[in-house]
């Protein structure tokens, strides 16, 4: 079974500063992808940005960008300029790319998750 | 595009009465539904994945006798709770993916439910 850490509980950064939110998990696979979702105070869960695990480049959004370090099974978020608006519980999510028919075809497995707190 | 509602989004009920969750694909046909269940400040933790038409796939430790999962349509899954009890008081979420949309998964807004 694949898992996911979150090693952070709680970060904190200013304002327009950068910050960057570790992931690390665990899996015997080589096809999968890798997520980063936000759930603000408001508790709707919001996609931040997703990996797929054969592609070497590291995917970017904006002001959000990961580094994806396949072989070490590590997965870390960084948020570049920072907004008040970027306050929110961030999670690290796996899910397997294996076909229909597998137990567990299109679930996401999720971290325990990290409180982002942005000071002005 | 890609829009799941929920309703109600907040619900109080008394100890052993039963509650219904509604979740809606507004835009596109689900062909498999996830509900999860969220204490504050931890994880989703998933409890059954359900396909339409078909019954639903429970994670171990969850009580499908409590928890009943109905996927009548491509576009609304049910989480029924039977006979709460306040330690079910929690948020539920549930996500709806097709495979049209890459499996993505799309969440609703939640809905917190309070037993007392």
């Known amino acids: 079974a694949q898992t996911v850490t979150q090693s952070q509980p709680e970060m904190s950064v200013q304002e327009a500063e950068t910050v960057t939110l570790s992931c690390t998990y665990d899996t015997s696979e080589s096809d999968y992808y890798l997520f980063w979702y936000k759930q603000p105070p408001s508790r709707q869960m919001i996609l931040v940005i997703r990996q797929e695990a054969y592609k070497q480049q590291n995917a970017t959004e904006n002001r959000f960008s990961v580094n994806f370090q396949k072989a070490a099974k590590s997965f870390s978020l960084k948020i570049s300029d920072s907004q008040l608006g970027d306050a929110a519980m961030y999670f690290c999510a796996y899910r397997s790319a294996l076909g229909a028919g597998g137990t567990s075809y299109g679930k996401l497995t999720f971290g325990q998750g990290t409180i982002l707190t942005v000071h002005p | 595009g890609a829009v799941v509602s929920q309703h109600p989004s907040w619900v109080i009920c008394k100890s052993g009465t039963s509650v219904k969750i509604e979740c809606r694909s507004l835009d596109f046909q689900a062909t498999t539904m996830f509900w999860y269940r969220q204490f504050p400040k931890q994880s989703l933790m998933l409890m059954a994945t359900?396909?339409?038409?078909?019954?639903?796939?429970?994670e171990q430790g969850v009580e499908k006798d409590k928890f009943l999962i109905n996927h009548a349509s491509l576009t609304l899954s049910t989480l029924t709770v039977t006979s709460a009890h306040p330690e079910d008081s929690s948020f539920y979420i549930c996500s709806a993916s097709f495979r049209g949309k890459g499996n993505e998964q799309y969440f609703g807004p939640g809905t917190r439910l309070t037993v007392t």
């Open positions: 359900s396909n339409e038409g078909s019954k639903a796939t429970y």
